[in-house]
């Protein structure tokens, strides 16, 4: 439900290879994380742009490589698996990316080469196809540049237009002087070329300049100075080219991102109560009159059916909300909750969590491996881990599953139709039967056989004058001593 994602077209277009650029080594991020693997709305960033690649059905897709190339070969396999890798020499530059990717062309091949960034991973495939059809609606044009115009456009370089409106040059800022500086079009870092102008102009790169890199701007340069004809055609939204190489540009995309998918719910007939403090990941799915309240995020795979409430303050990871259900102020990791069941506020959702319909797990309950049958209830307090519960038992406030024993996870299995006392111990392995009773402050050792009670309370021992005998002086004392019991 993103205007960043679009359906894969069914017929390869036999005339285009697309260049994506990944081997650049992301200092700014300071981390040891690559760049291009950090999260953005549930996928590392490179895989948006491989996403888009993939939707817009080139005959190659070619992927340069340098910086941990390992780490994102491994996942360009996995997103993109019929891209060829490419990997980048000593010599710098995005020319010098472009010019061995174009190497690596079949030699048959002979139509037009769109060169994108890994790091721009907003820009999706219904632009960059209104963009292709631009560069290929004349044909004595050999390279068409993509523009935007942003609110700020310290840093980047300039499109400047002849007096008719057409392309004139590319400058850089730090090259420009204050007339070009003022203006508002910036080249957005986005080609497409026809390949046999991009092959000829990219054997005349050069590293003569202060960084000793080859650019690839470099290349439009050279073609106007032969006479070759460049367009420049603008985005329609300036934020699609947004490019990320810190923190901050991370957080900027992925906030913009988020919105794009939180209204794009909204329009699909999900309520989000509160936007802002609603984050969305682009694999979850949201059924028809869905409510998000603030504070929740819907993370990886998770889905939500028809007229759940979630939140709020509640986070779900790859979870299964069924049918009317609430989840409130809830973290939850790989859970199914069933249809009309209830969970929280407060409750700590582990792998494994199962709840049935109609179900209920309550205030400050932690699950883990835990299979609660329809109907069946944890209310509040309570621990329950690597354990089945019946159908509409009720597991006591304050129930701890004791399932460790220092060296294994054991099971306990509680029957359906099950009452148990408040703050009780169920030592697994341990089996309850159907329609028992335990109670209350029961340490449960050994099986319960069906509609068995299970007690193991001491006999209570009071020490009449205990405390004005062993604490003279204190308050409770002298309370003690005033009292008429």
Known sequence: MCESTVERTTVTDSRLAII???????????????????????????????????????????TVLRHERERLAELVALDLPESLLVDQDEIPGTGRAVEQAVAALPADFDGDVLVISGDVPLLNAATLANFIEAHRERAEVSATVLSAFPTDVTGYGRIIRSDDGGFDRI??????????????????????FGLSEL????????????????????????LRAAGSEVRAVPVADAWLVAGINDRAQLSDTAAKLNAVIVRGWQLAGVTVQDPATTWIDLKATL??????????????????????????????????????ATVKRTDGTLAVIGAGATVGPFAYLRPGTWLGADGKIGTFVETKNAVIGEGSKVPHLSYVGDATVGVHSNIG????????????????????????GSHNVFVAPIRIGDGAYTGAG????????????????????????????NRPGTDAATAASQSGD
């Open 20 to 62: 994506v650029l990944a081997a650049g080594q992301g200092t700014r991020m300071k981390s040891s994380l690559p760049k291009l693997m950090h999260p953005l709305a549930g996928l590392p960033i490179i895989s948006h742009v491989l996403a888009t690649a993939r939707a817009l059905d080139a005959a190659h897709v070619i």
């Open 171 to 192: 400058v850089e800022h730090k090259d420009a002087n204050d007339d070009e500086r003022v203006v508002d079009e910036i080249n957005a870092g986005v080609y497409i």
């Open 199 to 222: 092959r000829d102009q990219l054997a005349r790169l050069t590293t003569d300049n202060v960084q000793g890199e080859k650019y690839l701007t470099d290349v439009i340069g050279l």
């Open 287 to 324: 059924a028809n009159d869905v409510t998000l309240l603030p504070g929740t995020q819907i993370l990886g795979s998770t889905t939500v059916a028809t007229g759940a409430i979630v939140g709020p303050d509640t986070t779900l990871l790859d979870c299964e909300i069924g049918e009317g």
């Open 397 to 420: 406030a304050g129930t701890i599953f004791a399932n460790y024993d220092g060296v294994t996870k054991n099971p306990s299995v509680i029957g359906s139709h099950v009452r148990t």
């Open 442 to 469: 029961t340490v449960v050792r050994k099986d319960v056989q069906a509609g068995a009670l299970a007690i193991n309370v001491a006999p209570q021992r009071n020490m009449v004058g205990w405390v004005e005998t």
